[in-house]
């Protein structure tokens, strides 16, 4: 595993909420200039640089002593050899594949009368069918997953654990064209050992939304004591965003399950158990 910070190393240009001195203007072309071999868009000044070089703690020390002019956006990205996800027992489900939900038919629940998070969702998504040709399994933009009719079959014979399948209708003519995937149970937490911390907190009733994994440099981990409990698919109890999402995790059975199907753009991460 090989870990990068992604992040823009530009500073505040407009007068808001804080236009950076020139001289700090001029202290992060300079830092740019060092990293610009790891640079992936010169023009917005955006690295992707490994942390383990010294490059990453100029970064850091610059970000520190300069908060209220640079960006807050802090996103780490961990690269994995096939190796090791092929010997990975269990795996974080991860997919660049993308359908977009109409959104004006999702509905879920409020996690209270006066609250601003969602809740439980109350009814089956709707898609463009074509969003979903020929595709085994995708993410959606409310932070879900979806898996082809084929493959729901396929899941199903293989005997995957605590999952449940929701249909998926088409807009046009609510055909069933794919199936949202979820758990029986969710697992108990992981917070203390990732220490993901409070993003918000509905004020009436609170409900904590933990900040995402990307804003730390280690990998997600479990504890060893806990494999015993995990199934085929699992999810956190934790969640992440106003739209109530989760991690999601699936056991090596089921990522080669996916495999056999063809899965495409599947980006699963090794989980990581500690002691």
Excluded at 100 to 124: D, M, P, T, Y
Excluded at 190 to 204: A, F, H, T
Excluded at 214 to 234: A, E, R, S, T, V
Aim: glycine share 2%; net charge positive; with cysteine.
């Amino acid at each position: 595993m090989k870990t990068f910070l992604r992040y823009d190393i530009s500073v505040q240009t407009k007068q808001y909420p804080f236009k950076a001195p020139r001289e700090i203007e001029e202290l992060s072309q300079e830092l740019f200039l060092k990293c610009s071999k790891y640079s992936i868009v010169d023009q917005t000044m955006l690295l992707l640089v490994p942390i383990d070089v010294p490059e990453y703690n100029l970064i850091m020390k610059f970000k520190s002593d300069y908060p209220e002019y640079t960006s807050k956006l802090v996103i780490y990205e961990h690269k994995y050899s096939k190796k090791e996800i092929e010997e990975a027992e269990f795996l974080l489900l991860k997919s660049k594949s993308m359908v977009i939900l109409q959104n004006n038919k999702v509905r879920f629940e409020k996690c209270c009368e006066k609250g601003k998070f969602s809740g439980k969702q109350i009814n089956s998504f709707i898609i463009n069918k074509n969003q979903f040709q020929n595709k085994v399994i995708s993410g959606t933009n409310v932070y879900r997953y979806l898996v082809s009719i084929e493959a729901k079959e396929k899941l199903e014979e293989t005997e995957i654990s605590n999952i449940i399948f929701i249909p998926v209708y088409s807009v046009n003519n609510s055909e069933l064209v794919a199936y949202q995937i979820e758990v029986q149970s969710l697992l108990q937490s992981l917070e203390p050992y990732n220490n993901w911390g409070i993003y918000k907190k509905c004020e009436n009733c609170g409900k904590i939304l933990s900040n995402t994994k990307h804003n730390f440099p280690q990998p997600f981990m479990i504890p060893k004591d806990y494999m015993k409990d995990l199934k085929d698919f699992n999810a956190t109890s934790e969640v992440f965003t106003e739209l109530a999402s989760r991690y999601y995790i699936i056991s090596k059975k089921m990522y080669k399950t996916l495999q056999i199907l063809n899965a495409k753009k599947l980006i699963c991460e090794p989980i990581k158990f500690i002691d």
